[in-house]
């Protein structure tokens, strides 16, 4: 039956040929070997178109996930939208409550910066110390008249005393011993210079201060810190509504340290 069948084969093949080219010569037809029938029976096979073709497990495998991920995104967007157009008043509000939250710390961020750039340490600084003035070379000089107190007796040795006895009486002596009582009150004059190298003063006071922090090493690092505030506010000041910000000088580059 397979003879027959390569056979038929074979002669609708040649009629085919001589019905598409009539003048061409004729053929010899040549009986064919089994191995020429099996290869004219694959050839007329593979012409044939093939149905019923089946997609491999992977491909099927693939083919449903990607309709399980599409059903779950459709499904997805679908609650989030029905979601925004259900809450979208309080969406709404919150929105405006978030834009308003953000301004006003935005804006007391940049007013704290400016005060700790503008800001002065006012205050006063109690000092209770002693000050020893041992080698400072310090020397009170001291030129003025003073009346003084004994406060205990003193004896005088004068020699050539003139002494006033009263009514026009007086009375010369050229050697006279006296003792001047404790209590006695005596006017003299004082001319001198006192060292105070052995002297040490105790120092109690209250100092007040007040230093510009832009005067200080601070300064420098506000400044920084303002420009680092306006950097990041800046692309945002349009969305929050505030005043345009001016631009700040680049962040430097970071540098990594290199470690040994």
């Known amino acids: 039956m397979a003879d027959t069948q390569t056979r038929r084969a074979a002669s609708d093949l040649q009629s085919s040929n001589t019905s598409s080219a009539p003048l061409a010569p004729r053929q010899r037809s040549t009986p064919l070997s089994g191995r020429s029938r099996h290869q004219t029976q694959a050839q007329a096979d593979s012409g044939r178109p093939q ?84 080698d400072a070379g310090v020397v009170v000089p001291v030129d003025q008249q003073t009346t003084v107190t004994l406060v205990e007796p003193v004896p005088l040795q004068l020699s050539g005393a003139d002494i006033d006895l009263g009514n026009g009486n007086r009375l010369r002596a050229n050697n006279i011993r006296l003792t001047l009582p404790a209590g006695t009150p005596l006017r003299i004059a004082l001319k001198m210079d006192i060292p105070l190298d052995d002297v040490t003063i105790p120092v109690r006071l209250n100092v007040p201060v007040e230093i510009p922090l832009k005067d200080t090493e601070l300064g420098p690092q506000f400044q920084r810190l303002g420009w680092l505030v306006d950097r990041l506010v800046g692309p945002l000041a349009p969305v929050l509504g505030l005043d345009p910000i001016p631009p700040a000088p680049p962040a430097p580059r970071y540098q990594p340290s290199q470690q040994p």
């Open 51 to 134: 149905r019923g073709s089946r997609l491999t497990p992977f491909w099927k495998a693939l083919i449903i996930t990607s309709f399980v991920i599409n059903i779950v995104l459709l499904t997805v967007v679908l609650l989030l939208a029905g979601f925004i157009i259900q809450w979208r008043q309080q969406i709404a509000s919150t929105a405006v409550l978030g834009q308003g939250f953000a301004v006003d710390n935005v804006a007391e961020l940049r007013s704290i910066v400016a005060g700790l750039q503008g800001a002065t340490i006012r205050t006063t600084i109690p000092l209770d110390q002693p000050l020893p003035l041992k």
